[in-house]
């Protein structure tokens, strides 16, 4: 075996029990659309981090679980990936509750939690309760994370807490995944 | 920026404070040496897992942080490696209380620790206490962690826990890893 | 030795290394100035509960140690005490980023954090940050517990979080915690 | 209501889902059987102990809840009982893998976890693999947890790991608990 062959073989692993797209099934990530962005001086795209792998935690400030698990987690992400090209974001999105969780009470928040990663505020939406990304995306809830690779596509998306060391090698393996033109091209040179 | 380029700048990150070898400067790692295994059939052997990222979990069986941070973490890791090319090995590396921590007594300890892992136990050594695996890579005590490349080569070897982020990050990369050569000739393709 | 003279030498035991008065030094507990109440039909008072243990537990909701260890701690504590002399209380003590911690943002964290037990929130000052129960009780900062026995008097106030075990000890001693007059009177009966 | 009448509906506390015996109606606790003790110049009776609240941990050192659980709670609670009449007691109780809990391993355990209470070794039987004491008691597995009150009564015997809280509830009271005659003369001066 080669070791082109074997590196074809965990591209797209399943990490636990949640599922993976494979490179070639990956759709584009939607945009964001956030109203105001803490921790950055200009407003985050993801069109603005192409090339990059990015890990996207969408919370609430009065949840839970996000402040026992997922904004922990995002925090040491956050460290962890100092100069990879690993970036995490976090995303308010406020579906409940909303004359607490306010911009000014998320700002609070920030501080108190010493959160230094960027923070964008989903769009609030016109005739509902539930912001604009956090509808787009059809997230269930919160903690969300949404992982998107260096193209721009969405590898994964789930509802719940992630467990750290399947989140690490599912994080891990998109920072070194091959291009798509590699892999299919590899079939014919291994195996 | 090409993604050429930018995969290059992750194929070894340095994880949270803990060196990673890069490709270029990593050394064959040592073979181990083996009295006896469980939870396999036929004897383990490096040479025989090349091609394999392989994490070996050196370890006492009453040895406190062992116990209760690295070896929920093997397990973990075995059960999130399946299907993939990351093999899990254990290691029993007895440098004290020799008349406790006999093969009698580690079968015991894999069977009511549920440990479905190969593991290793090291070969005494004829003068001394250290057994020679242990004493070949000079590790410190335990747990220690040896983390090997699908090349054979040693990328890191580090006393103490790893955190279960940093080393699914590190451990994922390794999966898709390029070759060598596809590194270097890289240069040339997108800076 | 008489059982009644073991008693005595478990009356006000130092529980770790936090200082418990013993009942002839304890004072009166400062009365509660709370604006208003959530989880209760009528306001409490200290006044009210005399013949019960008390134990309250001063927090704000962006405080990271008050929702990480006092609030689920409380909680827990609230449960157990069903059915005993033993009353859980929260007190919202407010006194930084007062614009995020609303009464309103408060009643969102109560419902989201499954708080049933009763919790005030601390009238604040007229002329500075520091709400009137806070100042009075001089407490440091969130969390802080104050502890009061049958008789209405202080017993323990601390800032910071609790064991668990060292808390259990404490609050479990004073549960059955004979009446001054009775440890006095007991150094003529058994010793 | 007066302090004395208050004091009566707290001696006997259900705590949590366990059932804590009525002193009136608890039975004597059977003697241990040890067949060596570490951590004591003296072996250990509870007939010795009359006068004291003990808790008695039986465990086995390869039992995963034992290690994880039990033996840290023992360890800090032997801590904080220093100068109260709390007695911190352990108990080997083998009754699987003899060949690999021997008194020789035990030892190691017990300096490898630095454990400082004493521990005993439970009788081992002459015709089974259950340990004598362990046999008496009718304990169900391990870790077992035997509470015992001033006067050599059982007061609690549970299966399984006990909550924190829970714990220190239950022997906080017990360390302060009325002798019987109190308590029943008691209904007559306060309801």
Known sequence: MSAGAARKQTVNP??????????????????????????TDVPITLAGLRGKIVILHAFQMLCPGC?????????????????????VLGLHTVFEHHAAM???????????????FPVGV???STDGTIPKTMAAYGMRGTPSTVIIDREGHLVRHTFGTEDDLALGLLLGSLLNEPPVAEIESGAGNGE
């Open 67 to 87: 402040v026992a698990y997922a904004i922990p987690q995002a925090k040491r992400l956050f460290e962890l990936a100092r100069g990879t090209d690993l970036v």
């Open 122 to 124: 989903d769009q609030a």
């Open 14 to 39: 399943q990490i636990g029990d949640r599922k993976v797209e494979k490179k070639s099934d990956r759709l584009p990530a939607l945009e964001l659309e956030a109203a105001r962005w803490f921790n």
């Open 102 to 116: 306010t911009p000014v009470a998320l700002e609070a928040f920030v501080h108190q939690y010493r959160i230094s």
